[in-house]
């Protein structure tokens, strides 16, 4: 590992942990017992380490989407798998990661909204056609307005205004949103299978 891909590597672990505001490059330099000056030849401040770990979680997080939808079984398969990723992924962030992405470094939040409003809602509509051709999601939606409801609720956990970090937890906010929107758009023939796949998971 190369001196860049170590700073990387500390400052998402500790963005992850802490949040980004409360997270300074003296605090990097610490973490790694390295000068800030040694930190300041590959970056040119914070803003720039978080647009380049936006980018590269982004992308992450496209191939791990590509993956999923590959390799899963149908349309719930693929939203269950989806979940637990999301859940993985969520578990050790801390709240305030995406309000404070969004507060304080516009340059990343806009990535992020770019790849929200492109490749997250591409995925969700693709989800949502392959649901209805297998039988396991309403006929009666409109995919587009529907795609978006669901972007949506995905920022909208992150919102402390809506769900405060002292009172709800993120995974848990994202996992009953997700929850919710799979029985609003199921079938009959669609909620047998979530509560097949439940029973399953409930076994293990």
């Known amino acids: 590992m190369d001196t860049q891909e170590r700073i990387e590597l500390a400052a998402h672990e500790l963005f992850y942990r802490f949040g980004i505001k409360s997270v300074t490059m003296d605090d990097i330099a610490k973490h790694l017992g390295m000068s800030k000056k040694t930190i300041y030849s590959f970056f040119e401040d914070k803003d720039q380490i978080v647009c380049t770990l936006c980018n590269k979680d ?4 496209e191939c791990k989407f590509e993956e999923i939808a590959r390799d899963s079984k149908n349309a719930i398969d693929e939203i269950l798998m989806l979940m637990k990723f999301m859940g993985d992924m969520f578990s050790g962030m801390n709240p305030n990661l995406f309000y404070d992405m969004q507060k304080y470094h516009p340059r990343a939040w806009k990535s992020f909204k770019n790849f929200k409003e492109d490749k997250i809602l591409k995925m969700v509509v693709n989800n949502l056609k392959k649901g209805v051709e297998q039988g396991l999601y309403r006929k ?14 995905v920022e909208m956990a992150f919102n402390p205004h809506i769900f405060p970090a002292d009172k709800f937890k993120p995974v848990q906010v994202q996992m009953q949103l997700l929850d919710h929107f799979m029985h609003g758009i199921a079938t009959i023939k669609g909620h047998r299978m979530i509560n097949k796949y439940k029973h399953l998971i409930e076994e293990v």
Request: no cysteine; glycine share 6%.
């Open 140 to 153: 009666d939606m409109d995919l587009n307005i529907i795609g978006k409801l669901r972007v949506e609720e």
């Open 58 to 61: 982004l992308h992450s997080r």
